[in-house]
């Protein structure tokens, strides 16, 4: 996921769909162990 672009996107007043929101909440998970 292009981290930079989602926030950029929701900056200018997009909403997440469930299924976007889901697959984020799931890719930060799985990257925080790892970072």
């Known amino acids: 996921i292009n981290e930079a672009s989602l926030n950029a996107w929701v900056a200018n007043g997009a909403q997440m769909s469930d299924t976007v ?3 984020y909440k799931e890719f930060k998970k799985a990257a925080a ?3």
């Open 33 to 35: 162990p790892a970072a």
């Open 21 to 23: 929101a889901r697959l």
